[in-house]
């Protein structure tokens, strides 16, 4: 077996060409096959990540300004929110589940000497949960159902900003001044802000009783379920838009009017979007590993057809065919293999520094206030078991395309066989 393996081992030394033709078509294959499935796994795990960071099934509402007259009313009318807005909802609307208002006001919160301007956000307790919002173990909590019906003045702190105000002091049960009126301090988020800088949040009740005496608002979140496929969500958007329209007196087609951002049907549609990428990378995968069968067996047919004469001698001296076969075809093996792997170690490094250079992209692109950014690539993985399918069908590839014409040449005569050129 060992002078075998180095006769074979003379022979691709000998024919470097050759060799070199038969590797580059397998290890291409190879290539092309891991870099399409690494980039469609990284470009869906980055779209994911963005929906993971908040609840996937979240409707968000806008209040706007109308831009189409109404029932004897004029275009350009604000249109604001009440609170009774939220019960029609909580209520009315089959599908809602968790409903938050929300209210944001711009204000500044010192502790001792420590100081800054942040965003203070009004929210109702389900705003956690919808949001996907961070609570380290020993962080404390988010508001409660009794902290909003008691409009309690507790505030629950972005973590980079607990590092501004307090260093390394525990910032929970202590009292922090927003505005004019101090908060109490009963909870730490670790979730960083997709958009804008640090935000506290407060009870909704709160804000509205302190910062917003004419208790209007622009701005509502809910969660919906049961809405599985497009056609539901879009049924849903019209009637939505329908209730509103009525309760708030504008035109339901007037989009500048009402904001409406369906994240459930936006999911759907990427899931979509994602199942026929997934079916056009398949498609591509195959027809390149097709070109690379061929590949193989082109070249192994050629290099069969340029060893008959060889052949030929082999058996004059007494060379048993079996013998013969299992040369050419370890022979097939090992360029099949060798330059297979190759491919699947360039492939899944390409994908890796496309992976290192995206996030360091991302890094790099944090706002000053630490904000995350949206990813677009993420954790382009491959299941090593379609990289070795991949490898292993090129390898069986290369075994029946140099043994069949192989056999056939073992069965032609040797002073046949000696006089082919």
């Known amino acids: ?7 074979i081992f003379t022979t691709l030394r000998k024919n470097k060409l050759r060799t070199t033709l038969t590797g580059l078509s397998v290890s291409w294959g190879i290539f092309i096959l891991i870099v399409l499935l690494g ?15 908040r609840a996937v099934n979240r409707v968000n509402l806008w209040a706007g300004t109308t831009s189409m007259p109404h029932k004897g009313l004029k275009s350009g009318r604000n249109i604001q929110f009440s609170e009774q807005e939220v019960s029609v909802i909580e209520d009315d609307i089959s599908e809602s589940r968790l409903v938050t208002a929300l209210s944001e006001k711009t204000q500044s919160i010192s502790y001792g000497t420590e100081y800054g301007s942040y965003q203070v956000r009004g929210v109702m307790p389900s705003y956690a ?4 919002l961070i609570f380290e173990p020993d962080a404390g909590r988010f508001i409660n159902q009794l902290d909003f019906e008691q409009k309690s003045k507790v505030i629950v702190l ?3 900003m607990a590092e501004v105000l307090f260093k390394d002091k525990s910032p929970l049960g202590e009292y922090v001044k927003v505005g004019q009126l101090m908060f109490k301090v009963i909870g730490v988020n670790s979730k960083k802000e997709q958009w804008g800088g640090p935000v506290a949040y407060i009870p909704f009740s709160t804000s509205q009783a302190i910062f917003n005496p004419d208790k209007k608002f622009y701005e509502l979140t809910f969660t919906v379920e049961g809405l599985e496929t497009k056609a539901e969500n879009d049924r849903f958007d019209e009637t939505l838009r329908n209730l509103m329209g009525r309760r708030l007196n504008f035109n339901p087609t007037d989009d500048q ?9 936006d999911y759907i ?6 199942g026929g990428l997934n079916i056009f990378v398949s498609i591509v995968g195959i027809f390149t590993l097709i070109a690379g069968i061929v590949g193989v067996s082109n070249i192994m047919l050629v290099s069969v057809k340029e060893r008959t004469r060889e052949i030929g001698i082999r058996k004059a001296i007494g060379a048993p065919p079996a013998s013969i076969l299992r040369s050419i075809i370890l022979e097939s ?12 170690f360039l492939g899944i490094g390409l994908t890796e520094l496309i992976n290192f250079v995206m996030e360091q992209s991302a890094n790099g692109m944090q706002g000053s206030e630490g904000e995350v950014q949206m990813s677009v690539f993420k954790n382009p993985t491959v299941n ?3 990289a070795l399918f991949a490898t292993v069908l090129l390898i069986i590839s290369g075994v029946i395309a140099g043994y069949l014409p192989a056999r056939k040449a073992v069965k032609i005569k040797p002073i046949e066989a000696m006089r082919q050129e």
């Open 1 to 7: 077996m060992r002078d075998q393996l180095q006769e």
């Open 39 to 53: 980039a469609g796994n990284g470009l869906r795990n980055g779209v994911m990540s963005n929906f993971e960071q």
């Open 129 to 132: 949960e919808i949001e996907k």
């Open 158 to 160: 972005d973590k980079k």
């Open 257 to 265: 009017a009402l904001w409406v951002e369906n994240s459930q049907a």
């Open 269 to 274: 549609e990427t899931m979509h979007i994602f």
């Open 333 to 344: 093996i090992i360029i099949t293999a060798i330059f297979g792997y190759i491919g699947m």
């Open 384 to 386: 090593i078991g379609y």
